[in-house]
């Protein structure tokens, strides 16, 4: 299961972070126009850090995309085998 989460982490940090590109705006501005810790944006970009599902929201619209466009190119990337238990039920 822990191999999984990191798995999800890191393609999370990587969506984050090609959306950040594309927005041409820094961690910086970012962190600042939602109120979050720059070293907790890098280390969600970096795959370090979880984060909730309020901090991801605020991401979203920080990137000025819906939260559905992340979840959904997150779930594209996993895959539709993509599970946290070992043995589906």
């Known amino acids: 299961m822990q191999e999984n989460k990191i798995r999800l982490q890191k393609t999370l940090a990587a969506i984050v972070k090609k959306h ?3 927005s ?3 961690i910086s501005l970012l962190s600042n126009e939602i109120m979050l810790a720059k ?4 280390d ?3 795959g ?3 984060p909730q599902l309020s901090t991801l929201w ?3 619209e920080a990137l000025d995309i819906p939260l559905s466009a992340i979840i959904k ?3 594209e990337k996993m895959g539709e085998d ?3 238990f070992d043995d589906k039920y």
């Open 82 to 84: 993509f599970s946290f």
């Open 24 to 26: 041409k705006k820094s």
């Open 20 to 22: 950040r590109n594309a």
């Open 44 to 46: 969600l970009e970096s």
């Open 48 to 50: 370090k850090k979880d």
């Open 39 to 42: 070293s907790l944006w890098s």
């Open 58 to 60: 605020r991401i979203a």
């Open 73 to 75: 190119e997150l779930e």
